[in-house]
């Protein structure tokens, strides 16, 4: 018992196995982060290399924050989730997809951005991360009367 | 009571696209209405996208996706007539969810 | 030189945000919901709207905004999609002109009857020409009270429609300004309104488009439906003429 | 000012298609037109430059414009003294377009809507491009008694310089007050302001 236990713990903090619920739930704790570098902690992401297999289509500049669309994919083999952060946003974390067996690594979505920032798209494949990163300045449209 | 989504899932080359629009204001709780008050935090938290009864993208979202959300994805291996159901869930409990046949 | 480089990219890559948000617009939300408005019974007659008729005959949609303003003679006027849907509330509903134009723009939360009509009928024509009426005598004269308006400055700083639509290549902030009494301007425009616009999440109709370019200009309100805002509509729809239509759209 | 429209009844061509006449179309605008808010029937009463401007698209016999012009220069009242107020104020003037439409609560501080159409500071991307660049303004320029009163009266009445300018008479207008003119004065032609970086 108390070795099955010591092992499965073993298991979950080398990042084995995953608490099932965590897939399905909401990740409470990773969407309240103010920082992205807490954000992807509470994801349980440390170091992500750069990768040129992760592509982010974005505007450069968004005529308006309300509505910034991007296009993400990934070509990095065995691709299992895709992790949206928007650095200064006041939660940076934006999304989080997991991909099953059936559904290619891409998405598109529109998201709202309070203000020029890095986007930074993160992979997940094979219990690795990888990260890609592209600037949106966000402006003024109309007249703002 | 939510209001209405729709679907299209089209097969293309080597993938079908699903597209699918929700109707949802994804408040941020940062907003005040046309009485200076803050309207509260209301967004979708989860959607999933099913292939025959089997989740095959599941999305874990925050408010700072836009109001109204449009999303597309891409699955591989299906074929004309498979069943695709897409389904959210949002902060107050309440959930929505729209199905059609790949086309 | 820098600048004028920095400024051109700038606003190719604002093209390029605009043609990404277009291609995920939720505007087909506003078209299932106007579908059950169009289907729905309401009124003193308690009846739907599918017996109104939009020139193609009664209940006829297929092309139908395609072909619109034009003069209907139960009415004696020219007419556009909104004033026309205006029509039928009053004839066929039995509703007051109080009741049907108590909230004809909607917002974000709650977007209006007649903006999501709109949404739905403008769909159903769809890949047809913009083939607005232009011979009857009244249809004439609608597109030339369009074209004076356009170029009428009124109001508390002196503006026309030309003002911010009169020269090519100018903008105001980022956004490109169609110079709208020329064709090869107007018809890339009107061929997509009605449309959703991101800026404000709302459905926005051309007669909101009218109304929100009048209170800018520092003017009093033009009146829902009036003649003063179906003959500009009329006169930019008959300039676009031709074109195929290919809304509702997406605006920014 | 009388005088100038008469000479314009001569010089004006009637144009080619049958189209209403200024004082047609006003007209109907007041019949389909309803006050809202702080927007009152008055301002649909065309005055002697937007008549003008109405008949000749934009391009008077340049008799009438200088006419026209001298009256309205004698509707700008010059403060005494420096015309140069604080461009961190002024800043957020050119920013804003706020002000006089029926959604504007009266009496609230109006925006002079500058970005709107020229580009001032370079730190402000999105600006518009119907009016001139504005960037530099005061680097070439200086910052003069004579150039001070030039902005100034340029940002009251447009129209005492140009005729059918398309730039509001914000001054005359009530859009702005004279000391917001003066803060605009300062950002174009202070050393000091991003305008002139």
Request: positive net charge; hydrophobic residues 40%.
């Given at each position: 018992m108390n070795t099955l236990r010591r092992a499965l713990l073993a298991a979950f903090v080398i990042g084995i196995v995953k608490p099932l619920a965590a897939l399905a739930a909401w990740n409470k704790e990773a969407f309240g982060a103010k920082t992205a570098g807490d954000a992807l902690k509470s994801l349980g992401i440390g170091n992500a290399a750069p990768s040129k297999d992760l592509a982010i289509d974005a505007p450069e500049i968004a005529e308006n924050g309300a509505v910034v669309p991007l296009e993400i994919s990934s070509a990095i083999p065995g691709t299992t989730a895709l992790i949206v952060v928007a650095d200064n946003n006041p939660f940076p974390l934006i999304a989080r997809f997991d991909f099953k067996e059936g559904a290619l690594p891409f998405v598109k979505v529109n998201v709202k951005m309070g203000e020029t920032s890095d986007v930074r798209v993160l992979a997940e494949a094979g219990g690795k991360h990888y990260v890609a990163t592209k600037e949106v300045k966000v402006t003024i449209g109309g007249c703002g009367g | 009571m939510p209001g209405p989504m729709k679907m299209r899932a089209t097969l293309g080359q080597g993938f079908t696209e699903v597209r699918v629009l929700m109707t949802h204001p994804?408040?941020?709780?940062q907003r005040k209405d046309s009485d200076g008050k803050l309207v509260p935090l209301h967004f979708i938290q989860n959607v999933t996208v099913k292939l025959n009864g089997r989740p095959v993208v599941e999305a874990q979202i925050s408010?700072?996706?836009?109001?109204n959300p449009v999303f597309s994805f891409r699955l591989k291996g299906s074929a004309k007539g498979d069943k695709i159901e897409v389904s959210w869930l949002d902060n107050q409990g309440e959930s929505n969810s729209t199905e059609a046949a790949v086309a | 030189m820098a600048c004028a480089a920095q400024a051109q990219d700038a606003s190719k890559e604002i093209q390029r945000y605009r043609q990404m948000i277009s291609e995920g617009s939720p505007a087909e939300l506003f078209e299932l919901e106007g579908e059950t408005l169009w289907k729905k019974a309401q009124g003193p007659?308690?009846?739907?709207?599918?017996?109104?008729?939009?020139?193609?005959?009664?209940?006829?949609?297929?092309?139908a905004y395609a072909r619109l303003p034009r003069y209907f003679k139960d009415a004696d006027r020219v007419m556009d999609l909104e004033t026309r849907l205006l029509h039928c509330m009053l004839t066929l509903q039995g509703r007051s002109r109080e009741e049907a134009t108590k909230r004809v723009f909607g917002t974000a939360d709650q977007p209006s009857e007649m903006e999501s009509l709109s949404a739905y009928i403008a769909a159903?024509?769809?890949?047809?020409?913009?083939?607005?009426?232009?011979?009857?005598p009244k249809e004439k004269q609608s597109v030339d009270l369009g074209r004076a308006l356009y170029f009428h400055r009124a109001g508390a700083w002196d503006f026309s429609c030309a003002s911010c639509h009169g020269e090519e290549g100018k903008r105001i902030r980022m956004q490109d300004l169609p110079v709208l009494y020329k064709p090869e301007h107007a018809r890339p425009i009107i061929a997509t309104w009605p449309a959703y616009r991101v800026s404000t999440s709302q459905f926005v109709t051309l007669q909101w488009r009218m109304n929100d370019c009048y209170r800018q200009m520092r003017t009093p309100e033009p009146n829902f439906g009036s003649e003063t805002t179906v003959a500009l509509i009329h006169f930019l729809t008959a300039t676009a003429r031709g074109e195929t239509y290919r809304g509702p759209g997406s605006k920014r | 000012m009388n005088v100038a429209l008469g000479l314009l009844g001569a010089l004006v061509a009637v144009p080619a298609w049958a189209e209403p006449t200024p004082a047609e179309v006003q007209k109907i605008m007041q019949r389909d037109f309803h006050p809202r808010g702080q927007a009152t029937m008055e301002r649909l009463a065309q005055d002697g430059v937007q008549r003008v401007c109405t008949e000749t698209r934009d391009k008077p016999p340049a008799e009438v414009a200088k006419a026209l012009e001298a009256d309205q220069m004698k509707t700008i009242a010059f403060p005494q003294g420096s015309l140069m107020g604080d461009w961190k104020r002024g800043e957020p003037i050119a920013q804003s377009g706020r002000g006089l439409t029926w959604a504007d609560k009266a009496g609230e501080p109006g925006g002079g809507s500058c970005y709107n159409c020229h580009e001032l500071?370079?730190?402000?991307?999105?600006?518009?491009?119907?009016?001139?660049?504005?960037?530099?303004f005061g680097r070439t320029r200086g910052a003069s008694p004579e150039i001070q009163r030039y902005v100034y009266g340029k940002i009251t009445n447009a129209k005492a310089y140009n005729l059918c300018s398309q730039m509001p008479r914000l001054g005359l207008s009530g859009t702005l007050t004279p000391e917001q003119i003066k803060d605009l004065v300062a950002l174009l032609l202070?050393?000091?302001?991003p305008v002139n970086e």
């Amino acid at each position: 018992m108390n070795t099955l236990r010591r092992a499965l713990l073993a298991a979950f903090v080398i990042g084995i196995v995953k608490p099932l619920a965590a897939l399905a739930a909401w990740n409470k704790e990773a969407f309240g982060a103010k920082t992205a570098g807490d954000a992807l902690k509470s994801l349980g992401i440390g170091n992500a290399a750069p990768s040129k297999d992760l592509a982010i289509d974005a505007p450069e500049i968004a005529e308006n924050g309300a509505v910034v669309p991007l296009e993400i994919s990934s070509a990095i083999p065995g691709t299992t989730a895709l992790i949206v952060v928007a650095d200064n946003n006041p939660f940076p974390l934006i999304a989080r997809f997991d991909f099953k067996e059936g559904a290619l690594p891409f998405v598109k979505v529109n998201v709202k951005m309070g203000e020029t920032s890095d986007v930074r798209v993160l992979a997940e494949a094979g219990g690795k991360h990888y990260v890609a990163t592209k600037e949106v300045k966000v402006t003024i449209g109309g007249c703002g009367g | 009571m939510p209001g209405p989504m729709k679907m299209r899932a089209t097969l293309g080359q080597g993938f079908t696209e699903v597209r699918v629009l929700m109707t949802h204001p994804m408040e941020t709780g940062q907003r005040k209405d046309s009485d200076g008050k803050l309207v509260p935090l209301h967004f979708i938290q989860n959607v999933t996208v099913k292939l025959n009864g089997r989740p095959v993208v599941e999305a874990q979202i925050s408010q700072a996706v836009s109001r109204n959300p449009v999303f597309s994805f891409r699955l591989k291996g299906s074929a004309k007539g498979d069943k695709i159901e897409v389904s959210w869930l949002d902060n107050q409990g309440e959930s929505n969810s729209t199905e059609a046949a790949v086309a | 030189m820098a600048c004028a480089a920095q400024a051109q990219d700038a606003s190719k890559e604002i093209q390029r945000y605009r043609q990404m948000i277009s291609e995920g617009s939720p505007a087909e939300l506003f078209e299932l919901e106007g579908e059950t408005l169009w289907k729905k019974a309401q009124g003193p007659q308690n009846v739907s709207l599918e017996k109104c008729d939009l020139g193609r005959g009664p209940g006829l949609l297929k092309g139908a905004y395609a072909r619109l303003p034009r003069y209907f003679k139960d009415a004696d006027r020219v007419m556009d999609l909104e004033t026309r849907l205006l029509h039928c509330m009053l004839t066929l509903q039995g509703r007051s002109r109080e009741e049907a134009t108590k909230r004809v723009f909607g917002t974000a939360d709650q977007p209006s009857e007649m903006e999501s009509l709109s949404a739905y009928i403008a769909a159903q024509s769809r890949g047809m020409k913009l083939d607005p009426g232009v011979a009857h005598p009244k249809e004439k004269q609608s597109v030339d009270l369009g074209r004076a308006l356009y170029f009428h400055r009124a109001g508390a700083w002196d503006f026309s429609c030309a003002s911010c639509h009169g020269e090519e290549g100018k903008r105001i902030r980022m956004q490109d300004l169609p110079v709208l009494y020329k064709p090869e301007h107007a018809r890339p425009i009107i061929a997509t309104w009605p449309a959703y616009r991101v800026s404000t999440s709302q459905f926005v109709t051309l007669q909101w488009r009218m109304n929100d370019c009048y209170r800018q200009m520092r003017t009093p309100e033009p009146n829902f439906g009036s003649e003063t805002t179906v003959a500009l509509i009329h006169f930019l729809t008959a300039t676009a003429r031709g074109e195929t239509y290919r809304g509702p759209g997406s605006k920014r | 000012m009388n005088v100038a429209l008469g000479l314009l009844g001569a010089l004006v061509a009637v144009p080619a298609w049958a189209e209403p006449t200024p004082a047609e179309v006003q007209k109907i605008m007041q019949r389909d037109f309803h006050p809202r808010g702080q927007a009152t029937m008055e301002r649909l009463a065309q005055d002697g430059v937007q008549r003008v401007c109405t008949e000749t698209r934009d391009k008077p016999p340049a008799e009438v414009a200088k006419a026209l012009e001298a009256d309205q220069m004698k509707t700008i009242a010059f403060p005494q003294g420096s015309l140069m107020g604080d461009w961190k104020r002024g800043e957020p003037i050119a920013q804003s377009g706020r002000g006089l439409t029926w959604a504007d609560k009266a009496g609230e501080p109006g925006g002079g809507s500058c970005y709107n159409c020229h580009e001032l500071s370079p730190k402000e991307l999105s600006h518009g491009t119907i009016g001139p660049s504005l960037r530099g303004f005061g680097r070439t320029r200086g910052a003069s008694p004579e150039i001070q009163r030039y902005v100034y009266g340029k940002i009251t009445n447009a129209k005492a310089y140009n005729l059918c300018s398309q730039m509001p008479r914000l001054g005359l207008s009530g859009t702005l007050t004279p000391e917001q003119i003066k803060d605009l004065v300062a950002l174009l032609l202070d050393p000091a302001s991003p305008v002139n970086e």
